[in-house]
């Protein structure tokens, strides 16, 4: 610490908004994906409000296996029901184990990644070790395998359980992160002052740690519906009738072995169109903000 | 180095014991007890008693664990209850499609991304390169999921280039028609891991082309494809190498998916089957060995690596 003028400066300057803050933009098309994102989550809320059928009502009226038509905008499934309310209330899974999921993954492994990383000692030792083998173990495997023997399976077992696995991961993700702060001298600063260890990591520390949470907690979002995607293509997440788009997946997929002599295309385009935009804008809008707020895999 | 792979070692005794112990007690998250779920109609309270104490059932847990991995060490991984087949067996026979399926899936990955990340690297930031970045990024969104209904669809129902699901042919039977099979599912599984290996090529390779090396090369008067196959693309090729452990690992819910929609009667495949069947022996068995097999094949990348690498070990 012999130059300390130039380290000074690097802590007065906010971290966050570095040189060129003006020439970044975010662009249209981020906002067009925030807009996108935002409708999916907006039409799965006050899904109950909107004039559609009842996404498991078997209305013999209808037709079966219909293309796009009106009254049944996106078609008709196997069982009469109609896809486009079956879309959106399917959205609701996704989004509830995504955002839940990985909300329980930040508490569990941000929360102690923040103070293990800002208090050091034996404890972080512990934890970061602990982290490594969790990481090695093979969380996909044994998600399929608790889920497949904890039954009956419900949207909330499932949250749990991706959301544990998902920590080990958050955890490194933010004990890097906040390794990288406790040492700035904003922080010696806020030590000298006498503020407590809780104030510095939660006032201090934390405000610079959210672009990160933001920028991978959306890739977490993404892949944690992913996997939810995965589990309920391989009729291991929310029980049928309930509607989610990887069960549905699943339903226009059987219908293309031939078994039962339909096919029904509409089921197969349409939620994998509705997966395909939702991961693409969760993808866009994490990769445009870490590259706005310059968030590399070097400075984790 | 022999100080690293000690350590090394020593981790992966540790998560393979963890791995264990976790496949053990998986069973007991069954809702009542295995022999409820195996007597099915006929559990009565005899019969359960009965059938707790063939299975040992009835011993305290850890000893109920030291027999069954005492078993598991000498190959024995049970029986099946509602096919007799051994776990063993189920598994000896599901195996070879899955190491298939990742073997020609990564291959296609490779054979794909490493052209398109040597083209873009040449001129970063230009036409190919942006096309082949966003193309790359689209493809993130296109999990197995995803696409393999899709391209059933087109490939198989509607164009007939490709057969549709349950029409495996294994490979000793017939060489031909077993990779024709195999091709569908490995372009699914390749999709997810070009990206990974474009990424990590054209990134080092735009730095690799930075470096003082190669403007000494290119002062020599060598041309840019020497630089690059001889110069370049060796030093830059180690972070592909070194991802393509976890790249694997991240294929398995992918395999599982194209097995079970397209019928290859691989480890997903039976997986799922006897889940349905909830029959707890094959499924304990194959998620043991699943989980093993992915701690193993990260072991022997990382392994792979330092001998590319070395000054991994020495950090």
Redesign the interface.
Known sequence: MSNVAPALAVAATPPVVEDNVVKKKLGLFFWICVGWIALIVVLAIIANLLPLPNPTFQNYNAPQNAGPAWGHILGTDDLNRDIFSRLIYGSRVSLIIGFLGGAIGMILGGVPAMFSAYRRGRVDTFLNTTS??LL???A???V???V?????RNIWKITLIIGIFGAPLIFRVIRASTLSYATRDFVTAAKALGASDTRILFKEIFPNLVPTIVSFGLIAV?TII??E??L?????SVQPPTPSW?NM??E??QL???SSGQ?N?WL??FP?AA???L??CL??VA?KLRSYFDVTEVKL | MGKYIAKRVVLLIIIIFFVSVAAFFMVHLLPGNPAVTILGPNATPQNEAILNHTLGLDKPLYEQYFIWISHVFRGNLGQSFTTHNTTVSVIKNAFPIDIELIVISQLMALAVAFPMAIVASRRPNRLFDQISNSATFGLLALPPFVITPVFVLIFAVTWHVFPGPSSYSSLTSNLGSNLHDMILPSIVLALGSIVVYFRLLRNDLISTLQEDFITMARSKGLSDRRIMWRHALRPSSVSVLASMGVTIAGLIAGTFVVESQLQLPGLGYQLIYYIGQLDYTVVQGIVLVVAVAIVIINFCFDFLFTIVDPRIARE
């Open positions: 490594y083998v090695a173990f093979p996909i495997v044994a399929i395998g608790i497949s023997f904890w039954t009956p993404a992913v996997l995607g995965s309920a293509f391989l009729g291991l990887g997946l699943y226009g997929s293309l072995q031939g096919t295309p197969v385009y994998a997966m395909f935009s991961l693409f993808n866009m990769d």
